[in-house]
C-alpha cells in the first residue's frame, strides 16, 4: 500500500514540476519562439501590424495607379482588325 502512496506522490510530484526531468530548453540555450530576437540586434524593428498596414496601403497605391492609367487612356481598347 505505502509502494502505491509513494508512485501517486511522485506522479503529483512530476506533473506539478518538483521532479527532475529533461526539457528542450536545456538542448536550446533557453530561447523559445517567442524569444528569438534578442535587443542587442542593430536592425529595423517593425511590428506585424505596420508591416500588414505598409502592405495594403502598397497595394491600394497599385490598384489605384492601374485604374487611374485605364480612365487616363479612355477606357479604349486597340482597334483590331476583323476577317
Not at 54 to 78: C, D, N, P, Q
Amino acid at each position: 500500500m505505502s509502494e502505491k502512496k509513494d508512485l501517486i506522490k511522485e506522479a503529483l510530484k512530476r506533473r506539478q514540476g518538483g521532479g527532475k526531468s529533461p526539457s528542450k530548453s536545456s538542448e536550446t540555450g533557453g530561447q523559445s519562439g517567442l524569444n528569438f530576437y534578442s535587443g542587442d540586434v542593430s536592425s529595423l524593428k517593425v511590428q506585424p501590424n505596420t508591416v500588414l498596414i505598409i502592405s495594403l496601403v502598397y497595394l491600394g497605391i497599385v490598384v489605384l495607379l492601374h485604374i487611374f492609367s485605364k480612365l487616363r487612356s479612355g477606357g479604349a481598347e486597340t482597334p483590331t482588325e476583323g476577317p
